[in-house]
């Protein structure tokens, strides 16, 4: 089953160009990553320091092995040097199944 996940991020004002920069220097391994079907950041347009990356697993184990890869050294990524505190991640496997 596809899971949606939502990485939200607050970024150190000052640090808005390098933010950008870390950010794509990072997703270029969750790209690649296997099961990582889409990915996509999207950004306030009240408060640029907040944005949101937007992730399309082809399953919920295809993630979670993604995060424990993250947890170690060998995944570890620069994004804490522009965050103002710790992101929020939330996943989204079930679905409302809508009328037509």
């Known amino acids: 089953m596809t899971t949606t996940v939502h990485l939200e991020l607050h970024f150190d004002a000052a640090d808005l160009d390098l933010a ?50 993250r947890a170690t050294p060998e995944g570890a990524n620069r994004l804490p040097e522009v965050l103002v505190e710790a992101p929020t991640t939330r996943s989204f496997s079930e679905t409302i199944p809508l009328a037509s």
Not at 29 to 55: H, M, N, Q, S, Y
């Open 20 to 69: 950008h920069d870390i950010v794509r220097e990072t997703l270029v391994a969750t790209r690649a990553w296997p099961g990582c079907e889409a990915l996509e950041v999207v950004v306030d347009d009240a408060d640029p320091t907040r944005a949101i990356v937007v992730e399309t697993w082809a399953t919920s184990a295809d993630h979670e092995a993604y995060v424990a890869w």
